[in-house]
T-cell receptor, first 117, second 114 residues
Framework: EAGVVQSPRYKIIEKKQPVAFWCNPISGHNTLYWYLQNLGQGPELLIRYENEEAVDDSQLPKDRFSAERLKGVDSTLKIQPAELGDSAVYLC???????????????FGPGTRLTVL | AQSVTQPDIHITVSEGASLELRCNYSYGATPYLFWYVQSPGQGLQLLLK??????LVQGIKGFEAEFKRSQSSFNLRKPSVHWSDAAEYFCAVASTDSWGKFQFGAGTQVVVTP
């Protein structure tokens, strides 16, 4: 079974440019997460989807970040415009959701490493 | 406030020696507890998890962790470290009363010396 797929793996852009990251979760996983991981830190949740609904986006900087999961499967995270401080690894994770009980076990993709120059 | 603390930022251990990584949490109720490992350039891989029952849980790669309610701790251990265990380790907590809330510690970097 394929794991969580993310692309691209690496992205280098200049500040003020837009950038988008794509995630395809494990088949059958209703819940999808986007995390931000700064160097030397643990992942921090940006947004959580239950199917196509964003149920927790309280940590998403909405002035420049946006996300969508239109059909409740794959998802896109966008930054426009990017700033120097956005340089980090963006991780996508998925879980079964309520169908999997309350365990909330998450499976992570390899991440996209963004460098903003 | 809810929190997850990994007191050790960096640990160096000799190959073959034992390893213990500390994790403390502050939550209103006993949460679900996880340990993940992250190798350079890789995503996080689940080592083990605790939901309920036996407080000593076994995971992959020879790791185990013990939940101690009285100390609000969930420390990770391995009796004999291999060079391939060099990585960053994250403790994570999921709330049982607010499903989907998942919080990570800052991580512990493990270096294995010959």
């Amino acid at each position: 079974e394929a794991g969580v797929v993310q692309s691209p793996r690496y992205k280098i852009i200049e500040k003020k440019q837009p950038v988008a990251f794509w995630c395809n979760p494990i088949s059958g996983h209703n819940t999808l997460y986007w995390y931000l991981q700064n160097l030397g830190q643990g992942p921090e949740l940006l947004i959580r989807y239950e199917n196509e609904e964003a149920v927790d986006d309280s940590q998403l900087p909405k002035d420049r970040f946006s996300a969508e999961r239109l059909k409740g499967v794959d998802s896109t995270l966008k930054i426009q415009p990017a700033e120097l401080g956005d340089s980090a690894v963006y991780l996508c994770a998925s879980s079964l959701g309520l169908a999997g009980g309350n365990s909330n076990e998450q499976f992570f993709g390899p991440g996209t490493r963004l460098t903003v120059l | 406030a809810q929190s997850v603390t990994q007191p050790d930022i960096h640990i160096t251990v000799s190959e073959g020696a034992s390893l213990e990584l500390r994790c403390n949490y502050s939550y209103g109720a006993t949460p679900y507890l996880f340990w993940y490992v992250q190798s350079p350039g890789q995503g996080l891989q689940l080592l083990l998890k605790y939901f309920s029952g036996d407080t000593l849980v076994q995971g992959i790669k020879g790791f185990e962790a013990e939940f101690k309610r009285s100390q609000s701790s969930f420390n990770l251990r391995k009796p004999s470290v291999h060079w391939s265990d060099a990585a960053e380790y994250f403790c994570a907590v999921a709330s049982t009363d607010s499903w989907g809330k998942f919080q990570f510690g800052a991580g512990t970097q493990v270096v294995v010396t010959p």
